[in-house]
């Protein structure tokens, strides 16, 4: 019996740190598909915002970064206001919002 919980606590462990987001995998996502408007370090495109009459928020801002990882992601993937959910695969939304929290000022 022991022996199978030391292997079945291993196999999820081992589950469950390849599940964690990447942050530097984030960022290539994040190029891609979310800097444009929001910048590539976070701060928002001012022409953009002006142009669509929208306020970007700086996603180094305590604002954002109090948001939880679940919450970046929601509206990775739903959008939000203006802006249009984003084309992602699950895994590169959770590595958006893990590069996304990574910016914290």
Request: glycine residues 6%.
């Amino acid at each position: 019996m022991r022996v199978f919980l030391t292997t079945l606590t291993a196999v999820v462990l081992s589950a469950t740190a390849g599940m964690a987001a990447d942050a530097a995998a984030g960022k290539a996502a994040y190029d891609k598909s979310c800097k444009s408007c929001h910048g590539a370090d976070g701060t928002a495109n001012a022409a953009i915002a002006k142009m669509m009459k929208v306020d970007i928020k700086d996603m180094k801002s305590a604002e954002v970064q109090a948001m939880s990882a679940a919450d970046v992601k929601k509206i990775i993937t739903d959008g939000k206001g203006k802006m249009k959910a984003v084309a992602a695969a699950a895994a590169d939304a959770d590595n958006i919002a893990a590069f996304i929290k990574s910016l914290k000022k």
